[in-house]
């Protein structure tokens, strides 16, 4: 569907935006000023607008990054998402995304767009409100296509995953101690044994998407 979109685009460039988020104001005027040649797309940042399956478990997680003094880094600074984008049309033009690639072809398109010397940023002072339901009924295939493709573009290693399926389970405990929730203790553990069987069929195939 991005792909189509992006045939019908007649502007020199076009904004990327999905039905589950909303501008913070001045999203426009905000983005221009970051227009430049080396720039071929301005993304903003997510602000989550979480269920309690998913809120309950980052507010304890974070809780306990404190206490082990962990730090992460985003993963959509490092995906990039295609939410709310500004884009250089003449980038993707003819782009050809593949069309198994229901999930991550915002990876795909920015990596795009870097192969071909131009910068994807994203500005500390654009961002976005994103609606993250807990999607139960279809976690199964969003987090197995999830670990799938994160295997086929190479962004984890198979020890990390491995540890992350394992981690799991003392995780959602720590989390139940803070915030009682069960249903979000059965989402965050489905969420991540499907992630980890995609990512582990993708390891058996040993096939990378460039």
Known sequence: SREIGIKCVETEWFLFLDSDVVLCKNWQRIAEKYIRDDVGAI???????????IEDYYQAITKLRRLLRAKSKPSTAVRGVT????????????????????VYEDYYIKKYIEGRGFKWIIPDELYCYHVM?????????????????????????????VKGVISIFPKVLFALCIRPNFKMAKFQILRQTYFFTGFLRGYMRGVKIG
């Open 83 to 102: 939410g709310d984008v500004l884009i250089r049309t003449e980038l993707v033009k003819d782009i050809k995304i593949p069309k198994f690639l229901h």
């Open 43 to 53: 993304q903003g940042h997510y602000i989550p607008v979480k269920s309690p399956e």
């Open 133 to 161: 339901g807990s999607r139960i009924r279809r976690i199964k295939s969003d987090a197995y296509m999830t670990g799938y493709f994160c295997c086929m573009f190479d962004l984890y290693r198979i020890s990390s995953v």
